[in-house]
């Protein structure tokens, strides 16, 4: 799967079910990861000498982001779905997060190395880095939106169960995210126009981050996938390619 990597194909179904909505967000999440990797690979050699401090920027908050998604997966998301799914049944997507991790922590080490000016920043170096676990991490997130799918989690899980669940989830991703990284990060990864209600915070929160909180590493932002409207930039690897049709598989 060489650069770009194609988005996921929406999962089945209507984002206003519970049910459906578990594949559907976790889709919407893994895309911001695959339009971020392009957007890196797109842009990595091209970096000037007064771009690098907001480049490097950009990529280690973009690498703490998939950090933080496996972390919430592992210590929240996880659990809850075996107490209905079975002890195991998320065991597969944890295996994958260790097939690639070693790999792109050493690519996280070398980034905070170039911020910390023990070595130069090199480009090539970077893509290398990345090759090492790239296609690893875009087939596991290919690969884990199947188990969310919206029959499993009907005969599952009720109503209640998932609303329980999505508060507490919320909740605690309101307390550990970065207002003035994190969520301003989940804007230029996101494209607004495949679901123009995400992110899944509170519209106050949206607010203050895009039209305050955006601002204070605009200059980093500036290298991700989309602009603050969440509207796709041409030439990053994301315009005009098609869905992977393995993403239902």
């Not at 194609?6 to 984002?15: A, I, K, Q, R, S």
């Not at 592992?74 to 195991?88: I, W």
Request: include cysteine; aromatic fraction near 10%; charged fraction near 20%.
């Amino acid at each position: 799967m060489p650069f770009p990597f194609p988005v996921l194909n929406p999962p089945p179904g209507n984002w206003k079910d519970i049910f459906d909505n578990q594949a559907i967000n976790m889709a919407i999440a893994h895309n911001m990861f695959i339009r971020g990797i392009n957007a890196v690979y797109a842009q990595a050699e091209g970096i000037k000498e007064d771009q690098v401090k907001p480049f490097v920027f950009f990529c280690v908050s973009f690498l703490g982001m998939i950090h933080h998604h496996h972390h919430l997966e592992e210590t929240l998301q996880f659990p809850f779905f075996e107490t209905k799914l079975g002890a195991h049944a998320m065991e597969h997507n944890v295996e994958q997060h260790h097939e690639f991790m070693d790999r792109m922590n050493d690519l996280e080490m070398y980034l905070k190395e170039v911020q910390d000016g023990k070595v130069p920043y090199d480009g090539t170096t970077i893509i290398a880095k990345l090759d090492s676990f790239s296609d690893s991490l875009v087939q596991h997130l290919i690969d884990e939106i199947s188990t969310l799918e919206s029959s499993k989690m009907r005969a599952a899980f009720t109503v209640k169960d998932l609303q329980d669940h999505e508060a507490e989830f919320t909740k605690r991703l309101l307390k550990e995210v970065s207002l003035s990284i994190d969520l301003p990060l989940g804007l230029v990864c996101h494209d607004k126009s495949t679901a123009d209600y995400w992110p899944p915070v509170p519209l106050p929160v949206k607010w203050l981050v895009k039209f305050a909180l955006f601002r204070l590493h605009s200059d980093a932002w500036a290298f991700g996938p989309c602009d603050i409207n969440g509207v796709v930039k041409p030439g990053l690897g994301n315009d005009s390619q098609a869905p992977s049709t393995q993403a239902n598989a």
